[in-house]
């Protein structure tokens, strides 16, 4: 057998071996669905604490306006709540 016959033949082989060529497919898939899935958590999670620090500083805001409203009542803010409820 001469021997460009044999390189040829060795190179057939080792063409032909698909061994461990599923990693990488897997690897490049991983990436692609768990990639966006964790920056989607990761902004879901940013705007529900934008949300939860928001209405934080929103809360005492209404009290603060009401008790100045009524503060001919000694300027108690539950009674300014109940006052503007009712």
Known sequence: ???????????????????????????LVLVVIVGPSVLALDGGRYMSL????????DAPAPCRTLAFDFSSWAGSCDLAILRYRA
Do not use: C, N, W
């Open 50 to 57: 934008q949300t939860q620090l928001q209405k934080g500083a």
């Open 1 to 27: 057998m001469p021997t460009t016959e044999r390189r040829k033949q060795r190179a057939a082989r080792f063409l032909s071996d698909t061994t461990g060529s599923i990693l990488p497919y897997v690897t």
